[in-house]
């Protein structure tokens, strides 16, 4: 970067390494890990992100609850989840440093913001010492950085406000670890030109900070080693970052266009799945109506007033907005009427932990409803599967109109990873006919003849000549729609709705196990996967045989998933809840399956899913 | 009716009150309001020369709910309290249909609040059509948010603790941009009603006092028999002096200094004008009525102009649209392809 008199550094080569950066919510920390991901992206590793924040938007400055932290995890081969445990800790003061402290490994590097460890701050989060100063971080590679103060100094020519330059403090840590880490820094740069582009003084003023951040790590002792982490081997094409959040919007774009269908999208902010919405509201010109509602039911309900009238209903939300919604879901069971339910799911219940992570809304998805009121449910299983499973959701609904419940959780929805851009015109076609003519004799139109083939009752809209037609929450006599007491009736309808969601085919389920020896088979669904399939890889280097299968479609499931299934002697089934779908396998397939359960509001690491199944393939 | 308008085209359609009939059999209950409303609107809907399948009626849940069962239209009799929240999805996404709501007073001011306020808050050009009989009739018999205080119920032996709502002084509070009120037995003045609110380009909230000849008989008898209604019936015609009673004897005035709008005998009546833009001369009309009816004024209280919801939504979809360039799936290409993208090759 800049011609300095530097001393020569080591440079060594790393396969992976993992980083968190923590400080105040103030500090700008999700930006900076950010940017740090972007630019080991745009470097060719594969990448892995797991961010941490609290609910507060600025908790108390220096306290520990008002830590926020930014994990990347990059390397030079493909990977499945951002990290156990971080190689490096980025701690901007003494609550980051004590928050994150026992995630470390012995040996971890630590960089320390030492303007923040003033006796105030140290008190604040009850050291009593500063650790940097006693032998509590002896295990540690502990360096001492001036990043405020060093920030300021560098900063001192540009003319901007001290404020201003204590807040460029990010870009310095991020200008530091981008040297250590040999990152290319061109998007960077272009970034902070875009971000700032109506302050020009601030441009400066945070490269200037990047910059000094950069030669710091090239011209101080205390760093003499560098580090290089190659490019992973990936399939060719066009990559880009993208969190679990970003791939549902798109995917929701995505359907719209493949459908030529409009969208309505009709949502009520809410905690972790806010920026669903913010996404499509960008999006007008593929033909998306958002719709912030006055509550969660009206937002439901105004997707499925679109939807009768020939769009595309999508409503997102999370746990507690789904119960909300909970009446109108069914009453689009009994309209049959196409309808996608986002939950971005968090930890409850009630308000719970709304930042944390949690898979506990598989029962409310399945069973949550008045009534015997099935619907599809599906689930992604990483942040860039978000973009398939969107479309999966809308296919679904569309061509059976149905409700189909997409389950995400805050884990996929704010982790990130690299995406395969698919070749758009490679994506299903989702177009499915309205409902043109009068299906039954004498010129009568049947609103509950069913298609033969899929179950599904003909969509007609209004605005079609010859076509209208009462639909409601009341029992429907099979094909008329008329209102109907009648028992024979009731029992028939209850049963074909059931049937419909039953019988929509879904792909078989395939099984990882390379060997073909596997005695234990681990099931998951949704966010899981990766640290699933991260444990599965470690055991079977170390020669422990594991098969691994993970469930997409949790409503119907896999057709040969019993089969599976029965074919081993284990069955494990981790899941962040007390054990949701094990109940369901039990109940559907009566196998003895294993629950492994963790609801602490953070993701399996790979090491306890290794210990865990270790266990079981070794001692049964 | 502003929208939708006939369809190009198409000649004018010579509908009559016979092809507003569904086949379904009417089961409200044998003496109900119900049915005078339905058909006043099943004689009143072919003047609108709209064709039948761009009409929608969407309900909720109670007795004056099942209506659009029985409105050879398009019709979604729907889940407690949601259809206007239904309703705004419906009608913001599909411009061109003539959207009608058909609630009572539980459905509208008691479970579902919530979406009537801000329905009417928005403007959405939806037609509601609130039947008021203050009581709930198809639970059989609980007090609603209509009825008057102390109440006497199967739910409220001791009689009713809460005070109601006043459904058009709410609205009004919700920036209702058409506020109307009228009675099922008078099918002139209800079908000038609904037609001033088809007119109404936005959301129209109309309450039609209904009478439940079962569970709560002769609740607006003081305002339809012969011998008492002349005393206590206000008629509003826009531009003329708000006067009632025999021979005019009573007038609605603005006294001096007051915030409000009193009955007295003689004195000068103001001259009625729905279009003042200030909503407190509408409110002010609305609180002459309390629950004992003795000064109930009916007809037209505002009618503003005012943009619709519907129309700022569909004008930021074209806007958007006019700026884009390509085939949808180009589109969408280039939108995946934004941002920090790199290639493996």
Known sequence: MAEVDAPEKRVEQLERVVIRFAGDSGDGMQLTGDRFTSEAAQLGNDISTLPNFPAEIRAPAGTLPGVSSFQVHFADYDILTPGDAPNVLVAMNPAALKANLADLPAGADIIVNTDEFTRRNLAKVGYAASPLEDDSLAGYAVHPVALTSMTVAALADTGVAKKDAERAKNMFALGLLSWMYSRPYESTLRFLEQKFAKRPELVAANTAAFRAGWNFGET????????????????????????????????????????????????????????????????????????????????????????????????????????????????????????????????????????????????????????????????????????????????????????????????????????????????????????????????????????????????????????????????????????????????????????????????????????????????????????????????????????????????????????????????????????????????????????????????????????????????? | MASPAIPAGRTPLKLTAKDFKSDQEVRWCPGCGDYAILAAVQQFMPELGIPRENIVFVSGIGC???????????????????????????????????????????????????HLIHALRRNVNVKILLFNNRIYGLTKGQYSPTSEIGKITKSTPAGSADSPFNPLSLALGAEASFVARTIDSDRKHLQSVLRAAAEHHGSAFVEIYQNCNIFNDGAFELLKDASSRDDHLIRLEQGQPITFGADGRYSVVHPEGSFGLQVREGGEAIVHDATVDDPAYAFALSRLSGSDLSTTPIGVFRNVPRPTYDEIVQKQLLDARAQATGTPDEMLSGLLNTGDTWTIL
């Open chain 2, 64 to 114: 004056s709910s099942r209506f659009p069962y029985y409105m050879n239209t398009y019709g979604m009799h729907s889940i407690h309290g949601r259809a206007p929240a239904i309703a705004t999805g419906l009608s913001s996404s599909r411009p061109d249909l003539s959207v009608w709501v058909v609630t009572g007073d539980g459905d509208a001011l008691s479970i579902g609040g919530n």
């Open chain 1, 220 to 620: 101080t002792e205390d760093f003499a080693v560098r580090y290089e982490v190659k490019p992973a081997r990936m399939r060719p094409g066009t990559y880009r970052n993208i969190t679990g959040n970003a791939a549902l919007a798109l995917g929701v774009v995505a359907a719209g266009v493949r459908s030529g269908l409009p969208v309505f999208l009709g949502a009520y902010p809410i905690t972790p799945a806010s920026d669903v919405l913010h996404e499509l509201s960008k999006h007008k010109r593929f033909g998306i109506t958002t719709m912030q509602a006055e509550d969660e039911i009206a937002a439901v309900g105004a997707a499925l007033g679109a939807s009768y009238g020939g769009a595309l209903g999508v409503t997102t939300t999370s746990g507690p907005g789904v119960a909300l919604k909970s009446e109108t879901i069914s009453l689009a069971v009994a309209l049959e009427l196409p309808l996608v339910v986002i939950d971005v799911q968090r930890a409850g219940p009630s308000t719970g932990m709304p930042t944390k992570t949690e898979q506990a809304d598989l029962n409310l998805a399945l069973y949550g409803r008045h009534g015997e009121a099935p619907v599809a449910v599906i689930a992604p299983r990483s942040p860039s599967d978000c973009f398939h499973a969107a479309i999966e959701a809308a296919r679904i609904a569309l061509t059976y109109r149905t409700p189909v419940i997409l389950l995400s959780d805050n884990y996929v929805a704010n982790g990130s990873e690299p995406w395969l851009l698919p070749d758009v015109t490679e994506l299903p076609d989702l177009h499915v006919p309205f409902a043109d003519a009068p299906n039954g004799e004498d010129g009568r139109f049947l609103p509950y003849l069913r298609d033969p083939q899929t179950l599904a009752r003909p969509w007609a809209v209004p605005g079609t000549p010859g076509l209208e037609h009462r639909i409601g929450g009341l029992e429907k006599a099979d094909k008329t729609g008329d209102i109907s007491y009648d028992p024979a009736n009731h029992d028939f309808m209850v049963r074909i709705r059931a049937e419909r969601i039953a019988a929509i085919p879904v792909p078989d389920i395939e099984v990882e196990d390379p060997d073909d020896n596997a005695r234990v088979l681990v099931l998951g669904w949704g966010s899981t996967y990766g640290p699933i399939g991260a444990a599965c890889r470690a055991l079977r280097q170390r020669s422990l045989p594991i098969a691994q299968a993970h469930l997409r479609h949790l409503n119907p499931m896999p057709a040969n998933l019993g089969a599976v299934l029965a074919a081993y002697d284990k069955v494990v089934i981790p899941e962040m809840n007390l054990g949701q779908l094990a109940r369901e396998i039990r109940a559907r397939y009566l196998i003895d399956a294993i629950p492994f359960n963790q609801v602490s509001g953070l993701p399996f690491t790979a090491a306890t899913l290794e210990n865990m199944l270790e266990d079981v393939v070794k001692n049964g």
